[in-house]
Structure formats: structure tokens, C-alpha cells
């Protein structure tokens, strides 16, 4: 007769961590964490007094900040190695939206001028039309291909050395298997289509956490954009 290994086992912890890419709805995602678990059961690692020195944003950190403190629920950080979801001690489900890379864009160079932390691009937004402010973002160290540099980080939380040695295109083909993964886990969401998103999130979620809600959710949103193919057409 076979043993089962697992019978006595304890459950494993279930966390979420939110791949918070810059512009990409993240603050609605954010809010929505917040709104289902509390305040204190949701940590931004990369804004938390505790974490947000660490050198990388990774499995090892987020495994280590569960076992420490159980009643954390989510996670969320503009720099995560987004590979947290393969942990085997901890059930991890992982949330990213991806945005079409000139509408998101558009959505930097609004909040640039408005945001109120005197950032150092700020003056740039502020002071050119969108298409000279352009020109000039795409050659600074975040203009291009952010979204494949945010999505392929190494595990020691540095950039790929496509991002480095080819200015700052990132890997591809790592970011896309990353993407692959975490569709079979819960879904990879699209700005452009939010709520769409969101109930795909929320029907992958919900068998652990009834009470997550994404959809129809909007925190700090500098324009709402009714028809994004025509945006998209203006902008071009």
C-alpha cells in the first residue's frame, strides 16, 4: 500500500503578488488588494519601510517575509522578478496588465505633469508637447521596451544583459515564457480591456479569496480613455 507524503502535510500559505508594472493600471490593482485584506495585509515591497532596500525583489525575500508574518496576504512592487509564482512552499497567485506600449505612454507623460514629488522628468513633461517629450523619453534609460525590461529582471533583481549591452531592450523570449507561466496560473490582464481582465483574475482567485473583487475598480487614473483604438489613432 502506497504512503502519502502530503496527507498530514500542513496547506500551504496562499499569497498574491502583483507584478505592478509603471502605468499599467497598477494602482487599481493595488486598491483593489487593499480593499479585500486590509491594509496591513498587503505590502509594497519596493515603498515599504522594511523592504525597500532589498537588492532583489525576489522568491527568496517574499518566501521569507510569509513564514515571518502569515497573515500577509499580497504583494506588490514595480521591480518584483516576476518568477515569485514558482515557489514550492507557498501557492502564489500572480496578477500583470500589459498595455499597448504608445498608450502607455501617453499615460506616463500625462502624470509626469501633474505628479506633485518634484521626480526630475517632471520638468521635461511639463514643458513639451507630447510628441518633442516623446522623442526625448525613448533615449532615456526607461523609454524603451519597459514593459519586456520589467518583465525579464534576473533573480538578483538586475536588469538582463540584453537590457544592459543593447540599450535596454530586455529579453524577449524570458519575458514571454514568464507570461506563459503565469496565464496557466490566473491570466495576464490588458489595460485596454480592464474589466475583461479583471473578471478572468477574479474567477482564478476566488476559489482562495471569495471576497476578491478587480473589476470596476479605478484608483489614480490621469484620463479615462472611452475608445482606445481611437486614442490610439490620435496619438499615432
Known amino acids: 500500500m502506497a504512503l502519502s507524503l502530503q496527507s498530514n502535510a500542513a496547506p500551504q500559505s496562499v499569497a498574491i503578488a502583483h507584478y505592478h508594472?509603471?502605468?499599467?493600471?497598477?494602482?487599481?490593482?493595488?486598491?483593489?488588494?487593499?480593499?479585500?485584506f486590509g491594509p496591513d495585509a498587503v505590502?509594497?515591497?519596493?515603498?515599504?519601510?522594511?523592504?525597500?532596500?532589498?537588492k532583489a525583489f525576489n522568491l527568496p525575500l517574499v518566501e521569507k517575509l510569509?513564514?515571518?508574518?502569515?497573515?500577509?496576504?499580497?504583494f506588490s512592487c514595480h521591480r518584483f522578478?516576476?518568477?515569485?509564482?514558482?515557489?514550492?512552499?507557498?501557492?502564489?497567485l500572480p496578477i500583470v496588465f500589459l498595455r499597448h506600449p504608445l498608450l502607455r505612454v501617453?499615460?506616463?507623460?500625462?502624470f509626469e505633469r501633474i505628479r506633485s514629488d518634484n521626480h526630475p522628468n517632471s520638468d521635461k513633461a511639463r514643458n513639451l508637447?507630447?510628441?518633442?517629450?516623446?522623442?526625448?523619453?525613448?533615449?532615456?534609460?526607461?523609454?524603451?521596451?519597459?514593459?519586456?525590461?520589467?518583465?525579464?529582471?534576473?533573480?538578483?533583481?538586475?536588469?538582463?544583459?540584453?537590457t544592459v549591452d543593447r540599450a535596454h531592450l530586455g529579453d524577449i523570449r524570458q519575458a514571454a515564457a514568464r507570461l506563459d507561466e503565469i496565464r496557466s496560473i490566473t491570466a495576464v490582464g490588458i489595460v485596454e480591456a480592464f474589466d475583461a481582465s479583471a473578471r478572468r483574475f477574479e474567477a482564478a482567485i476566488c476559489?482562495?479569496?471569495?471576497?476578491?473583487?478587480?473589476?470596476?475598480?479605478?484608483?489614480?487614473?490621469t484620463k479615462t480613455v472611452g475608445d482606445w483604438q481611437a486614442e490610439l489613432e490620435t496619438l499615432e
Open 21 to 36: 508594472i509603471y502605468k499599467n493600471a497598477g494602482s487599481s490593482v493595488d486598491f483593489a488588494l487593499r480593499r479585500t
Open 43 to 54: 505590502l509594497e515591497l519596493d515603498r515599504a519601510d522594511e523592504t525597500r532596500d532589498s
Open 66 to 74: 510569509v513564514q515571518a508574518s502569515p497573515d500577509l496576504k499580497a
Open 81 to 92: 522578478v516576476s518568477t515569485i509564482h514558482r515557489s514550492e512552499s507557498i501557492t502564489v
Open 106 to 110: 501617453a499615460s506616463v507623460y500625462r
Open 129 to 162: 508637447d507630447f510628441p518633442e517629450w516623446l522623442a526625448w523619453y525613448v533615449e532615456t534609460k526607461n523609454g524603451r521596451n519597459f514593459q519586456t525590461c520589467m518583465l525579464s529582471i534576473g533573480e538578483n533583481g538586475c536588469h538582463s544583459p540584453y
Open 207 to 221: 476559489p482562495w479569496f471569495p471576497d476578491f473583487r478587480l473589476a470596476a475598480t479605478q484608483n489614480n487614473v
